[in-house]
Structures are given as C-alpha cells and as structure tokens.
C-alpha cells in the first residue's frame, strides 16, 4: 500500500504530537498535588493507574503511527530520488 506524501507526514506528525502531549500530561499526573492522583499517604490511587494506564497505549500507538508515517515518507522520498535518476 502507498501513502499519499500528505497522509504520511500527518502520521509521523501525529506521532510526534502524541508522546508531546502525553509525556507532559504524564510529568503532570506525577507532580499531582490535587489528591486525584495519590492519596494522603503517597500512594496511587486508581486515578493514577488508569491514567498512566491511557498515557502507555497513546505512546505506543503513537509510535506505531509515528513509524508507519516516517517509513512512508522515507519511501516517498527514495522513489522521488529514484524517478529524477531515470
């Protein structure tokens, strides 16, 4: 299958943005000071394990985006290279 060159740097773009945003929503989950996170001994609350939870699988498919859309653009790329050789 070959991606557009739009559709390929929306995914490696939506890649990028998603561990942006969840790494600092994650640095924000760690510093909570609200009492939604831990409890007044320190502990994890379910709050913490299902966000941290959520953050997990957004970077990951994050990542499997992310790679899906630098692949096709690297491919996009080397055919470009390849036509102007020809």
């Given at each position: 299958m070959?991606?557009?060159?739009a559709?390929?740097?929306f995914l490696?773009?939506?890649?990028?943005?998603s561990?942006?945003?969840?790494?600092?929503f994650?640095?924000?989950?760690?510093?909570d000071?609200s009492?939604?996170?831990?409890?007044a001994?320190?502990?994890p609350?379910?709050?913490?394990w299902?966000?941290?939870?959520?953050?997990v699988?957004?970077?990951?498919?994050?990542?499997?985006?992310?790679?899906?859309?630098?692949?096709?653009?690297r491919?996009?790329?080397?055919?470009?290279?390849?036509?102007?050789?020809?």
């Amino acid at each position: 299958m070959k991606l557009s060159r739009a559709a390929s740097w929306f995914l490696l773009a939506f890649g990028v943005w998603s561990w942006v945003i969840w790494a600092t929503f994650v640095k924000n989950l760690w510093k909570d000071a609200s009492g939604l996170a831990f409890d007044a001994a320190g502990e994890p609350t379910a709050y913490f394990w299902v966000h941290l939870l959520l953050a997990v699988t957004s970077f990951l498919l994050g990542t499997a985006v992310g790679v899906i859309g630098l692949r096709s653009v690297r491919a996009l790329r080397r055919a470009s290279r390849e036509d102007t050789r020809a």
